[in-house]
């Protein structure tokens, strides 16, 4: 037998597949309902869904220009105007993505040296941990812990995180998997550091329309100072339902525009075109449809909170995004990955085990997450047969 020594590069060899397709793969092979990964099962607008349709029939199938059609650069500069009063030059200040997690990965890939240093707030999405790894650079984790109800962070932590090699912070707002929307007092307290230490922020906005309880997602760059030293990213994804078109953006003085151009036009050079001309006519035309979805999110959060402290879990109620946070000690268990793993031969239900999200596993062991972006029928089936937990 010919022996093979492992061929992965040392700097990826601590992350393997990711957690959402392993649990994913879980829920297909037990026949569980999958409260894991963060996909709705409804689709988007029909309108929009009806446009990809007509650029695809219509020829609109080859490379579009690197930096995105133009017809969406103009949209997503139209809406940070119109929503948040921020300018960006379409032709030289936005530019689109296959999805926002390709964003932020060349973001940091542009403009993180090796051996420089990535804040990032824990729990985190899993992509920036190997994101950074593949940067060369250094991560260093910020805990978001509950605090009268919500995760925040201690701003005595974020500053002591700060060292001489630090050169981007990743901000998360409203934040996966905790479900916070960061308040402006928390937003200034990351500005301030930024300005006083000259860093870069990355900011990742792709659950900026999904807030709940008046809870309002205030963009870094709107901040003074921040806009000349934020790089926005956000997505078509969760606004509109359409998860696996793989379209975003991002909004930053064109030096970091074209940084990120540089890094992301070798890695897949332009975004599908069809859905591109689909997001454009969805910024445009379909906000009332994201308003409604916002408010069916909202009472599928309550759905599942209710159900979930019905089976004797600790919920903490999120802010926004797709995601409920619950601790599982009140039912006798203390490890996440390990109830996870059983769940769904236990009783059914995939959920995502939090402690994968943290660099302090210990920090996040005793939470699991669950996403309520699905049908009310299946959150109901899902908690009934979680109630089996007890």
């Known amino acids: 037998m010919v022996h093979v020594t492992e061929p992965l590069v040392p700097r990826m060899q601590e992350f393997g597949t990711t957690i959402f397709a392993e649990m994913s793969a879980l829920a297909v092979r037990t026949g569980s309902i999958n409260l894991g990964q963060g996909f ?3 689709d988007g607008p029909p309108r929009m869904l009806e446009t990809a349709v007509e650029a695809i029939r219509s020829g609109g199938n080859q490379y579009p220009p690197g930096p995105g059609l133009p017809e969406l650069r103009r949209a997503v500069a139209a809406q940070r105007r119109g929503r948040y009063g921020l300018d ?3 032709d030289t200040e936005v530019y689109i993505t296959v999805g926002a997690t390709e964003g932020i990965a060349a973001g940091v890939l542009a403009l993180a040296n090796p051996g420089d240093e990535v804040i990032v707030f824990e729990p985190y999405y899993d992509s920036y941990a190997a994101t950074i790894a593949l940067a060369g650079a250094v991560r260093r984790p910020v805990t978001l812990r509950p605090d009268g109800g919500r995760f925040t962070f201690d701003p005595d932590e974020l500053r002591a995180a700060v060292g001489p090699r630090t050169r981007l912070i990743l901000v998360n707002s409203p934040h996966n998997p905790t479900g916070t929307v960061f308040t402006r007092a928390e ?7 930024c300005r006083e230490h000259d860093l870069i922020a990355i900011t990742d906005e792709v659950y900026e329309y999904l807030t709940f ?3 309002e997602h205030i963009p870094l760059a709107t901040l003074d ?3 000349e030293r934020t790089v926005a990213v956000s997505s078509a994804g969760k606004t509109f339902s359409v998860t696996g078109w793989k379209t975003g953006w991002v909004s930053a003085p064109a030096p970091y525009v074209r940084a990120v151009q540089t890094v992301k036009q070798f890695m897949t050079y332009t975004a ?3 859905w591109q001309r689909a997001v454009a006519y969805a910024l445009e035309n379909e906000l009332d449809w994201v308003a409604r979805l916002r408010d069916s999110l909202q009472a599928k959060r309550d759905r599942l909170v209710a159900g979930l402290e019905a089976a004797g879990l600790a919920a903490v109620r999120p802010q926004g995004t797709y995601f409920v946070q619950a601790d599982i000690r009140p039912l006798g268990f203390t490890d996440g990955m ?4 059983a769940l769904p031969e236990k009783v059914g239900v995939v959920a995502i085990p939090a402690q994968v999200f943290y660099d302090d596993a210990a920090a996040g062991a005793h939470f699991v997450r669950f996403a309520f972006c699905k049908k009310d029928e299946v ?3 899902a908690v009934e047969r979680l109630r089996g937990l007890g």
């Open 40 to 42: 709705p099962d409804t």
């Open 272 to 274: 599908g075109g069809p």
């Open 187 to 193: 937003l200034e307290a990351i500005a301030a550091l």
């Open 88 to 90: 960006y030059d379409p």
């Open 379 to 381: 959150i109901d089936e």
């Open 225 to 227: 100072g921040m806009r």
């Open 213 to 215: 309880d008046g809870a």
């Open 338 to 341: 390990e109830l996870a793993l």
